[in-house]
């Protein structure tokens, strides 16, 4: 077989999902978008309500926390909108699609309760010092409220796996779990005058969440800076890819992901000069059987003989 058959300068060679999709489209998740949409309007309506709240039981606290939620339901929104963006068919500057635009939703999300965890935790931390009285049955009224709204929104946006509603998940159980602590905090106090049990729960809680938090927002990370997917195995592969048949050599191996579920490989596989087509074709097949395992969408496998010369070679 002639080089010129075989493919000059790194051609890569059509298999059964060579490049594996075409379309670089991003399918619509209405899952995902019905699942941020829902927390969102939850998450508004009862922002509303705890204004109104905090001005009936003239607690600052319930005050505060309505700012806090203010803030919270911009960045759902946000992340709705992005979740929205990521449905868009690539284009020709975007030939990927905008599947990566729902992770700013995630990070925009993360980064906006980290602040409010920091502005909830020196709160605290002041009324920890200096406790004040509080409207304890007003309070309760409101926490069973806010339970049950952020609650249900918990429960919607964790069906979801991507990373924004892992993140926004965090964020609306950091909410729940908030008013579960002013509920027992508020119970407590209005069986027994200790105004400082509201901050040790807000603290505690506070500072579960951030871990949490900080733990997503480092896969979000991860896949802006391209890092490889966790379930990608690099020894693996390239020890079953240097022991296919006719495989002389490869390099420019990468591996990244477009938005922490969809994944995407290249490699360059040099053969050797009597490797037939259907060989080549074969060799495709491998690569693709032995990421089986892993969601990689677009798997692009460029195939040079050996004495070729490979044309991206020192990209």
């Not at 909108?81 to 905008?98: K, M």
């Not at 990468?254 to 290249?266: A, I, K, P, Q």
């Not at 496998?301 to 990209?315: F, K, R």
Request: with cysteine.
């Amino acid at each position: 077989m002639a080089p010129s058959e075989a493919g000059r300068e790194c051609r890569g060679v059509p298999g059964p999902k060579s490049d594996m999709s075409h379309d670089h489209s991003s399918p619509v998740d209405h899952d995902s978008e019905g699942n941020l949409r829902a927390a969102f309007a939850l998450n508004l309506g009862f922002t509303i309500l705890e204004i109104v709240g905090g001005l009936w039981t003239n607690s600052i606290a319930i005050l505060t926390d309505a700012v806090h939620d203010a803030g919270d339901a911009a960045s759902l929104g946000l992340a709705w909108y992005f979740e929205r963006v990521s449905a868009r068919e690539g284009t020709t500057r975007h030939t990927y699609g905008f599947v990566r635009y729902r992770l700013l939703g995630g990070l925009i999300t993360g980064l906006v309760l980290i602040v409010g965890l920091g502005f909830v935790l020196w709160h605290a931390i002041q009324r920890f010092v200096d406790p004040e009285p509080v409207n304890a049955p007003g309070m309760m009224a409101l926490a069973v409220l806010g339970v049950a709204f952020n609650g249900a929104a918990v429960l919607r946006v964790r069906k979801g796996g991507s990373l924004t509603e892992r993140v926004v998940s965090w964020h609306l159980l950091e909410d729940t779990l908030g008013w579960l602590a002013v509920l027992i905090g508020a119970g407590v106090m209005a069986l027994i005058d200790l105004p400082v049990i509201d901050p040790i729960l807000s603290i505690g809680i506070s500072l579960f969440v951030l871990w949490n938090v900080g733990r997503n927002l480092t896969k979000v990370m991860r896949v802006f800076l391209q890092s490889s997917p966790d379930s990608f195995d690099a020894g693996e592969f390239r020890g079953r890819l240097a022991a296919l048949p006719k495989v002389l050599s490869f390099h420019h191996l990468h591996v990244w992901s477009l938005d922490g579920e969809r994944h995407v490989l290249t490699v360059h596989v040099v053969m050797a000069p009597d490797a037939e087509r259907d060989e080549i074709l074969q060799l495709k097949r491998e690569v693709r059987a032995a990421l089986d395992n892993d969601d990689f969408e677009h798997v692009t496998v460029d195939v040079e003989l050996q004495g070729e010369d490979c044309s991206a070679e020192g990209q």
